[in-house]
DNA sequence: CTGAAAGCGCTTACAG
DNA sequence: CTGAAAGCGCTTACAG
């Protein structure tokens, strides 16, 4: 192949590709980026000699001319935690069909950390989203000057500048409390779940909101969010006379269960059991169970949707609450009374 | 501020800061670096100026020149899947710890777009974690052409100049055969997952090879990797009266559990069941499951340690196999008889 | 030691 | 229309 000019050792560049197609670098660089080009043959032979150099784009020099990365920087508390891999399954679907790519950081539930990664993350970024961040509200008044757009998720951010999306979780409280209320519950217990938690805030605000309007009565305790937590505290809310409990994720309820099944209590003529996730195996446990689904995937499609816009229009998404709702298995029942 | 030297509507870049701190470019350059700077005065009016303006290096400027990216890339199958986020997770602790950044990209479990994936990445990332792949041997076969260092999970790549680290499933099913046989049984069956799957062939390969030295019968049938596929499944092994089931995966074992429980079968008095996986709810089920427990965490700490490797040397590391161990649980007994 | 200059691989006004 | 040239923001030989 004596016509195959390369400048030795090097990787193949457009200045290659014209050499060997004996045209200019801007026509390379119009026709490898489908620009109108008049002359078709030039065009072949450009094609030609792309293919035959075995061309392929310094995607981060074009990065830099440009000006943008196409690269969307995703920062999530615990990749280990089953929610977030599907709110980035429904972010990762929507960004490559928008020609953007996901650069993933696991912040492993450390707020200053978090606030670094969103720091560095900026320098190479187009956009942030930030997955129920950990940091404090001072902390997050200090991301505005990064002067990248933020979207985040599961949590409310004030006034600042940032799109954000949630789950309405206080509302699928609401639906749980009220579905026991209807089988005649009167005093439910809750698992709550780690106190830094803003979504287990929410829930509680919605728990006790729904209780008093509902008349019933509620004990909780704070758990944490593995099953191991829902196992060890589950006595405690027992000892106070509860006839049903709501754990704090479906994780908590399986450990809840686990412990029932010691105690040789059954779920639910004994007591009753609502989790909070709709994990797969969910419907598959003995009882299935009952449980407020999380639109999680959606979570993280509308994140993509509130950036992109911001992207394009350089506006500021409106809030977005997205609904939970209760999918009723067989865990719950009417009290043993 | 009249000090404040920018050129207006920009962002900072180092060509104001030296303004500003009226040194050189090159001056600027080097101190932000760390490089030795003699004149102790020139470098704090440098810093100086940096904080002033808020100067944020551009990465991406920084890369192209140094010609390096500091991005790995992660093509896993399925985020959603409960075995690759663990994956991730130990990866991205080394990695990041390493100075570089994870570019995950979910390729839906379809080949195709896996290979035109990895092109895409392999512009814009130093090297490429390939996790499970989906593709054919063939089209494995094109991925050295693109000239950047790959690292496979699970899956044997011939002779292909890559690095791969993988589980050595073939052993956890033999462990698994071995424990059963000690309780007596005679006739396993196995809940096989998806034809496509690697790791799937390479268990089957373990378990013909375990029954066979261990005079055990084997029963198997095509599954998935679901609990609705192991609830659906799990009949056809029965049939062929088996005293012990093996799931291709702790899900598929979930499904078949629920089975189980709707026949009002006994487990493990009536059968024996045993999962691979090892997931944080199988200690927590009714009963608690025997299962394989997979090192996953640190198959993403091999891969990203194989893929440095090779970036620093240029070496293509040895194949790695990491051990599976079975975690007996009380969802396996001695059988009925 | 510090500074002036070249250049990484592209894209895109600007001439011709 | 195509081509020559400038320039994106850095780093790093090379002079002085």
Redesign the interface.
Known sequence: MGRTVTRSGK?TTIVDIARQAEVSISTVSRVLNGRPVADEVLATRVRKAATEL?Y??????R??RRGV?S?IGVVVP???N?F???V??GL??EV?AGDH??????S?EDADQELQLV?QL???CDGIILCSPRMSQSSLATLP???VPIVCTNRSVGDLPFGTVGIDSAAGMRQAIAHLAELGHRHIGYLGGPGTSLSDGLRREGLSTAASELGVKVSSTEAGS??DDG?AKLPELLDQGVTAVIAFND?VA??A??RL?ELEMDVPSQLSVVGFDDI??A????P?LTTVSLPKEELGRRAWAGLHQQLETGQVPQEELLPASLVVRHSTAAPAD
Do not use: Q, Y
């Open positions: 990787r075995g392929r784009p310094n995607m981060v020099a990065d830099f990365t690269t615990d990749l280990a089953p977030f891999p599907h980035l399954k990762a679907e490559s790519r996901l650069l993933v950081v696991d492993g720091a900026a320098g190479s000057a990064l002067g593995t099953s196992h994780l399986i450990g269960l686990a099944r797969p195996v419907a598959f446990l003995g299935p």
